[in-house]
């Protein structure tokens, strides 16, 4: 069973950056595929962004793209989401997944394990 816990979420006016963390236990980092979801208020869960098990391969939203990088270091079973020029509709609790499939992929039923969410809230 793979353990998640993202850290580094908070308020940050628009424009700003935030650089989101999630650690992994209990599993093979390595072999899964990490990505990021969010979730805001009265909304759907919503795909953000992923990364294959080599961090070879990403994959963003349109929402995202640009602003947002996905990156991870297997050797610190760790994976981190560097936001940068942060929007009010960024807003929401930022989720945590792991894949054991290995590759990218970007819908909530690829993904076998999450974490708890961090709240990032940006201000405008």
């Known amino acids: 069973q793979v353990q998640l816990v993202e850290s580094g979420g908070g308020l940050v006016q628009a424009g700003g950056s935030l650089r989101l963390s999630c650690a992994a236990s209990?599993?093979?980092?390595?072999?899964?595929?990490m990505g990021w979801f969010r979730q805001a208020p009265g909304k759907e869960r919503e795909f953000v962004a992923a990364i294959s098990w080599s961090g070879g391969n990403a994959y963003y939203s349109e929402s995202v793209k640009g602003r947002f990088t996905i990156s991870r270091d297997n050797a610190k079973n760790t994976q981190y989401l560097q936001m940068n020029s942060l929007k009010p509709e960024d807003t929401a609790v930022y989720y945590c997944?792991?894949?054991?499939?290995?590759?990218?992929?970007?819908?909530?039923?690829?993904?076998?394990?999450w974490g708890q969410g961090t709240q990032v809230t940006v201000s405008s």
């Open positions: 997944a792991a894949s054991k499939g290995g590759f990218v992929v970007h819908t909530i039923y690829d993904y076998d394990y």
């Open positions: 209990g599993g093979t980092f390595s072999r899964y595929a």
